[in-house]
Structure formats: structure tokens, C-alpha cells
């Protein structure tokens, strides 16, 4: 039987998308600009869709249309389908790492072992590649200890530990989970098409070893929209709420997608490699967006501009806004969202 870990390099299937090739890279307009000393220094193209309460387009920037690889942005809708084939978490905190792209500090790593052990399994069953904590502070004590890289650590373990978990509770193989055929895969992907009411366009191999599902813009905002707008106690809802209660175990210390959930109440927000991120609240609507260089820099100023176009106010997301430039002592500029977004 394969590795759990090893690459799975048939899982792109044809179309958009087809063994990693597209014919041409769109040309998009700039969502985020980089102001120094008055002057425009660089620019981040990409798409944005933002939707209303309805899941109807409010403002469409590019080709929202066109598939992308969410990555991590798809990891709330993810967990729904660990749900449904009988994961039970024995509380929201544990949920809520299934759903995380985590900093690797002590918690996250310690939380993930026990999701694992009450499963009967430990860290030897994880097929994400071990990492060192992407947490500053926890790293430099990694390294001067001389510890190792720990599959715990990396990122997407939270997710791996849920996964396993609902093979186990359903009676699915742990060998081989990674693999796009196996039952949990083809549950994952049939749930990230119904939730975003359009088919995957392609499965690829995500950074953590696990398949990867490309979807359009306003299917990934449309998705992430059901969870929270969903009835509680539903599968969606026990996911969105899970994010919400404990926003420090979905990202951590210093990280974006925490800080603004513990500054917005009610929002659900979860970034994604490669320039994606996506958020949605109750009553109001969801944004997403892509940036076609795959930076973090312009994802902040953008996604806080797609927010504002669903009435939340400019205080509640001031900080986040405009980024500082720096020059010297001081600060010389910004990195604010583009014209196409005001």
C-alpha cells in the first residue's frame, strides 16, 4: 500500500487547470498599490469578488471566474465534510484546529497530538512533511535547543489530525488517506462542490501533501458564506462558530487571520497560500480575492476594502486598511487598496 506521504502526481485532472499548465495568465487589473514618497513604486494585480448576505455579486474585480487554487481558504469548508463522515471533536477547540493553518506554538502542536491519540494514532501517522513552527519566537527556541523538524509543527497538522480522525470514525483505511481516490478525498471534493455550487475544476498536490481543489473566486466566497449563514448546530454552522470562538487557534500569535476575527465579531476569515483569502459574515456577505503574484503584502488592504463594501465600518478595520511604507526613521508611504476597490 503507498505512503500516506508520498507525492501523488496523477491528481491533476484534465482541464483549466491540466498538469499544472494554463495557456495564459489573465491580464488583472491592480487591486493594491504601493505609494513611497508620493511616488508609485509597485503595483499587485488580481481578482476580487465580493457577495452579498444572498450570495448575489455586489462588486466583481477580474476574472472571478476563472479557477485558483484557494489552498488553506478551503480548509473551513474542508472540515464540514470531516463532519459529515463522523468526525466527532470532543470540543470546538479541537474543530477549530481542523479547520487551522496554525503558528505551530506549543498549544497547537500539543492540541493536535491529542485530537490524534483519542483517534488511537500519533504524529508517525501524519502525511504532512515535518516543519519547524512558523512562530518567531518558538522557532528560535526550536533552533537553539536543536530540534528537529516535527510533522506537529507544520501548519496543516491540525487538519491532517482531523482528517485522520474521520477515517477512523468512518471506517476508512489511514493508509493512503492522501490519496485523491481514497473515500475521505472524493467526500472532501464532492463537498467542496456542492458548498460552492460549481465542480472542481482541478485536483492538484497542496503544500502539505494532501489534494488540492481549485475553485472560482465567487465559489470559494460562496462557500465560506453557507458556513456562516448556516442554521446552528448544522455541520457548517459548528465549524464557522468553532473558527470564531478560538480565532488564536486558527492562525496564532501575530497573525491576520486572528487578529481580525478578534477584532470583527461575527467574522470568519482564513487565508490561503499563494495570495488568497477569503472572509464572510453573517447578514452582510463574503469577499475573495486572489493576487496573481501569490505575495501577502496586498492582501490585507484588499480584503479590508471588499469588507467595507458590506457596510462594516471603517474604524472597526482601520488598522488593516492602509499598510505603512518605511523610509529611514520614518514612514514615508503605503500600500493601500487600488482605485478599482474604493
Not at 462588486?59 to 459529515?84: F, I, Y
Not at 472542481?200 to 489534494?211: E, M, T, Y
Request: net charge negative.
Amino acid at each position: 500500500m503507498k505512503d500516506p506521504r508520498a507525492p501523488q502526481a496523477s491528481q491533476a485532472r484534465p482541464g483549466p487547470l491540466h498538469g499544472g499548465q494554463q495557456s495564459a495568465w489573465p491580464d488583472s487589473p491592480v487591486l493594491v498599490e504601493v505609494w513611497r514618497s508620493g511616488f508609485l513604486e509597485s503595483v499587485h494585480r488580481g481578482s476580487l469578488v465580493v457577495l452579498d448576505a444572498a450570495g448575489a455579486p455586489l462588486l466583481e474585480v477580474g476574472d472571478v471566474r476563472r479557477p485558483v487554487l484557494p489552498r488553506s481558504a478551503n480548509k473551513p469548508v474542508q472540515a464540514t465534510a470531516l463532519l459529515a463522515a463522523g468526525w466527532r471533536p470532543r470540543n470546538d477547540r479541537e474543530l477549530a484546529l481542523g479547520a487551522a493553518s496554525h503558528n505551530g506554538e506549543d498549544e497547537h502542536r500539543e492540541l493536535a497530538a491529542q485530537v490524534l491519540a483519542v483517534a488511537g494514532l500519533g504524529p508517525d501517522d501524519l502525511g504532512c512533511p515535518p516543519a519547524l513552527p512558523q512562530h518567531e519566537g518558538t522557532r528560535a527556541q526550536w533552533l537553539v535547543a536543536g530540534r528537529s523538524p516535527d510533522r506537529l509543527a507544520m501548519n496543516c497538522s491540525g487538519k491532517h489530525a482531523a482528517m485522520l480522525s474521520a477515517c477512523v470514525a468512518a471506517g476508512w483505511p489511514t493508509q493512503g488517506y492522501l490519496e485523491r481516490e481514497h473515500p475521505l478525498q472524493q467526500a472532501i471534493e464532492a463537498r467542496l462542490g456542492e458548498a460552492s455550487g460549481e465542480p472542481v475544476s482541478a485536483v492538484v498536490v497542496d503544500g502539505c501533501g494532501a489534494p488540492q481543489h481549485a475553485l472560482s473566486l465567487t465559489g470559494l466566497a460562496r462557500g465560506v458564506l453557507s458556513l456562516v449563514e448556516a442554521d446552528p448546530g448544522t455541520p457548517e454552522r459548528l465549524v464557522a462558530d468553532a473558527m470564531r470562538a478560538h480565532p488564536w487557534l486558527v492562525a496564532g500569535t501575530g497573525r491576520d487571520d486572528t487578529e481580525l476575527m478578534q477584532g470583527v465579531p461575527g467574522l470568519l476569515v482564513k487565508g490561503g497560500a499563494d495570495g488568497v483569502h477569503v472572509a464572510a459574515l453573517p447578514g452582510a456577505g463574503a469577499v475573495a480575492l486572489k493576487l496573481d503574484d501569490g505575495g501577502d503584502r496586498g492582501r490585507l488592504p484588499a480584503l479590508t476594502a471588499g469588507l467595507l463594501r458590506l457596510g462594516l465600518p471603517a474604524q472597526s478595520l482601520s488598522r488593516w486598511l492602509l499598510t505603512p511604507v518605511s523610509g529611514g526613521d520614518g514612514v514615508v508611504g503605503q500600500v493601500r487598496a487600488a482605485a478599482s476597490l474604493a
